[in-house]
């Protein structure tokens, strides 16, 4: 059984930068491909970034590229999300989410196994 578990989501001013960690357990298969997902009020999910095994460079969304960093550790299977330059609009809830693909996708429905979640919150 997969479980994510996401922390260091907090408030930080406009400008500021948060790292989020996801720790995985579970069977490794289960996660070949993992990334991160955000959710503000009243709107849908949406992608953030999310990498593969087999490809190694992340794929970002544009309005993110320049200002966040996703990297693994594949020693113990923890996903990191580095965001830099906050803007208010990137408050969300953000969710990790592992995948039993071999790409990466930006379609939330293909990821098989999700976490509970961790609000970043950006004040102006």
């Known amino acids: 059984q997969v479980q994510l578990v996401e922390s260091g989501g907090g408030l930080v001013q406009a400008g500021g930068s948060l790292t989020l960690t996801c720790k995985v357990s579970?069977?490794?298969?289960?996660?070949?491909?993992m990334g991160w997902f955000r959710q503000a009020p009243g709107r849908e999910r949406e992608f953030v970034g999310a990498?593969?095994?087999?490809?190694?460079?992340?794929t970002y969304r544009p309005s993110v590229k320049e200002r966040f960093t996703i990297s693994r550790d594949s020693a113990d299977d923890t996903l990191y999300l580095r965001m830099n330059s906050l803007k208010p609009e990137d408050t969300a809830v953000y969710y990790c989410?592992?995948?039993?693909?071999?790409?990466?996708?930006?379609?939330?429905?293909?990821?098989?196994?999700w976490g509970q979640g961790t609000q970043v919150t950006v004040s102006s």
């Open positions: 579970g069977p490794t298969t289960h996660t070949n491909v």
């Open positions: 989410a592992a995948a039993f693909l071999t790409f990466v996708t930006r379609n939330p429905s293909l990821y098989n196994h």
């Open positions: 990498v593969s095994r087999a490809e190694g460079s992340p």
